[in-house]
């Protein structure tokens, strides 16, 4: 499989991203994921389709795109192009099909070794002081205000259909960033969310005195 041909095709669609779901976000996650691997013992050809999934993950996400059926094509088509085999096509369009937060809200989607580092690496990205950055770049990006009076709503009224309309980026954390590290798959992935996860329950306790005055 020619996974350079994909960066490729990735990059061209990433590059304008201004919702920290570009390139270098892709990077890091790409990173992640081979740390993950090399604990797993996960063999080059599984790396291969790792790396594609790492790629191509977020190309159809409602996020970035705003017809997912024709985002799915053209990734069935680079896919194609770059001489994936068919069983690598289907894995990979079911990983990234199914792997996201949303998608596994109401129930957990059952995904193979090779999702679950894909899954772990992405959701670790959003965690720690890159989390944090990208939390407040995404709701700039959305119009939403940093902190307001609202309360965060409870976990178990969340849906794939709602759990976007969040009124502030502070109430993000608590609706979603801070319970992310117990939905890892992976030994590794689970360490890695644990020490990010404290991180900003730091930056959270500070703001939060900074906010009233508790200087």
């Known amino acids: 499989m020619d996974v350079l041909n994909i960066y490729n095709f990735m990059s ?10 570009g390139i270098s976000h892709i990077k890091r996650v790409e990173n992640i994921a081979k740390k993950i691997a090399s604990e797993e013992k996960i063999q080059n050809k599984e790396w291969e389709i790792i790396q594609a999934c790492v790629y191509l993950h977020d190309i159809i996400d409602d996020k970035i795109t705003e017809n997912i059926d024709l985002a ?11 001489n994936a ?14 792997m996201s937060y949303s ?3 109401k129930k957990k989607i059952t995904l193979n070794k090779i999702g679950q580092i894909v899954q772990d690496a ?31 709503r409870p976990i178990s ?8 309309n ?3 980026v502070i109430n993000h954390f608590y609706e979603k960033l801070l319970v992310l590290h117990t939905t890892m798959n992976t030994e590794e992935g689970k360490k890695i969310a644990y020490q990010r996860t404290e991180t900003m329950k ?6 939060k005195n900074e906010v009233e005055g508790n200087l």
């Open 157 to 164: 009224e969340l849906n794939e259909n709602n759990y976007r």
């Open 12 to 21: 061209k669609k990433l590059m304008m991203d201004k919702t920290g779901h």
């Open 166 to 168: 969040n009124s502030s």
């Open 72 to 82: 799915k094509k053209e990734v069935i088509d680079i896919l194609k192009e770059s």
């Open 103 to 105: 998608k596994n809200l």
């Open 202 to 207: 730091e930056f959270l306790e500070k703001f």
């Open 122 to 152: 992405d959701r670790i990205d959003a965690l720690g002081a890159v989390g944090i950055s990208r939390a407040f770049y995404y709701g700039g990006s959305k119009g939403h205000s940093m902190y307001n009076d609202n309360n965060a």
């Open 85 to 98: 085999k068919e069983i690598e096509i289907e894995i990979i369009m079911y990983i990234i099909n199914n």
